[in-house]
């Protein structure tokens, strides 16, 4: 996992709690001798075991705490890939587009980093099939970000999220539709 979201991640448990929670989590998850840097890239496994005792403190199931770090993520990441986005493009486009712009950017920067692929069909207009298909088994951090984008381009009252999991969460299915 990529540095980056390690320090974000960090941020978003000081915000949302504190920082000795993160102390805590660090310390529970046999972590406290490493200081995380943004541009480092980490073993997934930090990832899960900070997840899962941030579960266990807060009893919110792991996937759900991901959707709520992928939302926090959004400006963010519309931060650190603003040269990439169109001004043109709302939530669906984005989406769309993120496979051969942002993660292709991620994947030519970063040899060791392997973001999920996301392979959008688009139905029409106002609807898209993602077909999120990832080892890291992280697929409610990547509902978490749509649900994010909408909240950023202010659709979020007129953008439906409907995650079907298969494949033990390796490959999931994110259809999602904009009410006209």
């Known amino acids: 996992m990529h540095g980056s979201i390690i320090t974000l991640l960090k941020r978003y448990v000081q915000t949302q709690y504190d920082h000795s929670t993160w102390v805590k989590l660090v310390e529970l998850s046999g972590l406290d001798k490493i200081e995380f840097n943004h541009k480092s890239v980490y073993p997934d496994e930090h990832v899960y075991a900070l997840v899962g005792h941030a579960a266990e403190m807060t009893g919110i199931p792991a996937e759900e705490l991901h959707e709520k770090f992928g939302e926090y993520l959004v400006p963010d990441l519309?931060?650190?890939?603003?040269?990439?986005?169109?001004?043109?493009?709302?939530?669906?486009d984005m989406i769309e587009h993120t496979e051969l712009t942002m993660h292709k950017q991620v994947r030519q920067e970063h040899a060791d980093n392997a973001p999920p692929v996301l392979?959008?069909?688009?139905?029409?207009?106002?609807?898209?099939?993602?077909?999120?298909?990832?080892?890291?088994?992280?697929?409610?951090?990547?509902?978490?970000?749509?649900?994010?984008?909408?909240?950023?381009?202010?659709?979020a009252d007129r953008i439906d999220v409907m995650p079907t999991t298969y494949?033990?969460?390796?490959?999931?299915?994110?259809?999602?539709?904009r009410s006209a």
């Not at 519309?78 to 669906?92: A, F, G, I, N, S």
């Not at 898209?128 to 890291?136: A, G, K, T």
């Not at 494949?167 to 539709?177: A, F, M, P, Q, T």
């Open 119 to 155: 392979d959008v069909t688009r139905i029409s207009e106002n609807e898209l099939m993602i077909e999120y298909v990832s080892p890291r088994r992280m697929s409610g951090l990547a509902v978490g970000i749509v649900r994010g984008l909408a909240i950023y381009y202010d659709e």
């Open 167 to 177: 494949d033990n969460g390796e490959r999931v299915k994110i259809h999602v539709r």
């Open 78 to 92: 519309m931060y650190m890939y603003q040269k990439l986005v169109r001004p043109e493009w709302k939530t669906l």
